[in-house]
């Protein structure tokens, strides 16, 4: 049985890590599409599959796109597959109408975020055309949050009946057993990392982990810092991101934050789970999401998360329980959501120790890979097809947690849906 992922970029096939040996063991041969990088090959060596690299600009470019759109199509040709599963706008569009092209039986686009959200004029109707397109050649859309999936079919872009949202959502789950878990990494590190920014150990530190673009919310938290900062001497702000020159937020914004003592720029550099450790508190003042990754593994690592009332984030931290979500486009409504944490420790552990609990029983990487596989029966089955090793049943939920994690559990009884208004 074969298995076909497409992005645009191959930085995004991370959603889908873990993965292709969960389906190996199952019977699944599973290959990745992206554009060209040092990502694409490190991918193929980490999950141990074979890639293809085909150039995906992100932006409409017409004639490269019909290119991508002919070597997409001529690659699925030659290995046949029954299943292709794409992501993101630009890799869904391009993937859908190749696998359609190619008579692939199963077309699974899985929808990540709206981008459309923030969208204005001509860039608004195209992307609102291309998510259009995408959710009607695929056979199951399949989206990472319930609000997302709610504002997907609100405004048109896919019928309810051929939208789903598995679990509680997400792309991947997290690894909240063994890669974010703050029982198993060394006390050290936390002063380690503080070291390595000029951060005492007495300070509060409000961490930012994501692209820095004006859609995270870059204006706002400027505004938010210049608040706080003078209320709290002994706070500081650590920035783990690239820039994006895509989206960037006004040239003053950065100066601003580069000339502060007080705020550390640690650029790009995926090994957060140290990084999380020197945090007291996460902070996401997004305009928008689909289910933000970074959330989750913050959660994991026992963060209090102050994040804004977007798609996305709602389903990601319980207002009042695992963190506070707040207005968006406010700087003062996102101080006032950051203040008690950094006046309150108790309470930053508080909702940290709840955060990190429902990650476990929620949001298990190891569920989701089994859920994945489920649905990929199912929708075989739909096409007359059969898996192999069908009758694989979901992991019981609970048995791989770590002997100090039941009890963290079992002080919340019941399970805490996020607020959404999907299904």
């Known amino acids: 049985m074969k298995l076909v992922h497409i992005t645009t970029v191959p930085q995004s096939l991370r959603f889908v890590s873990g993965q292709p040996g969960y389906m190996r063991m199952r019977g699944v041969e599973t290959s990745a599409i992206s554009s060209p990088g040092q990502a694409l090959a490190a991918f193929a060596e980490e999950e141990g599959c074979r890639v293809h690299a085909v150039e995906m600009p992100r932006r409409i470019t017409p004639l490269q796109d019909c290119v991508a759109l002919w070597r997409l199509w001529r690659f699925l040709r030659a290995i046949r597959p029954q299943i292709v599963h794409a992501h993101t706008p630009k890799g869904g569009l391009l993937g859908m109408l190749a696998a359609r092209f190619a008579g692939v039986p199963v077309r699974i686009y899985h929808m990540h975020g709206l981008p459309l959200v923030t969208a204005t004029g001509l860039r608004r109707t195209l992307l609102t055309s291309t998510e259009m397109v995408s959710c009607r050649l695929a056979s199951q859309v399949l989206c990472v949050s319930r609000s997302v999936r709610a504002m997907a079919v609100e405004l048109g ?237 979901l992991f019981e939920r609970g048995d791989d947690l770590l002997p100090e994690e039941t009890d963290a559990q079992a002080v919340r009884p019941g399970r805490v849906h996020s607020p959404t208004n999907g299904s």
Not at 240 to 251: F, V, Y
Not at 332 to 361: I, N, S, T
């Open 157 to 393: 872009l896919c019928a309810s009946g051929n939208i789903r949202v598995l679990l509680q959502g997400s792309c991947n789950g997290v690894d909240a057993r063994t890669e974010f878990n703050p029982l198993l990494t060394d006390p050290r590190l936390r002063q380690q990392v503080r070291d390595r920014y000029g951060i005492s150990a007495d300070a509060t530190v409000i961490g930012f982990v994501g692209r820095l673009a004006l859609a995270k919310g870059l204006v706002e938290l400027a505004e938010a810092w210049d608040r706080l900062r003078c209320e709290f001497p002994a706070l500081h702000l650590l920035f783990i991101g690239p820039e994006e020159p895509g989206d960037p937020p006004p040239a003053e914004v950065l100066r601003q934050f580069r000339q502060d003592p007080r705020v550390h720029m640690g650029g790009e550099n995926w090994d957060t789970p140290p990084l999380y450790l020197a945090m007291d508190v996460l902070v996401l003042p997004t305009h928008r999401e689909g289910f933000p990754v970074v959330l989750l593994e913050a959660a994991a690592m026992a963060l209090a998360i102050v994040a804004t009332r977007v798609t996305g984030c709602l389903d990601a931290v319980v207002d009042g329980v695992t963190g506070t979500l707040v207005e968006g486009y406010n700087g003062e409504a996102l101080a006032a959501g950051l203040r008690p944490y950094l006046q309150d420790p108790d309470l930053r552990r508080r909702h940290g120790a709840a955060a990190r609990a429902r990650v476990l029983r929620d949001f298990s990487d190891r569920d989701m890979h089994a859920a994945l596989y489920q649905e990929y029966v199912r929708c075989l089955a739909v096409e007359g097809l059969k898996a192999p090793h069908s009758d694989h049943s």
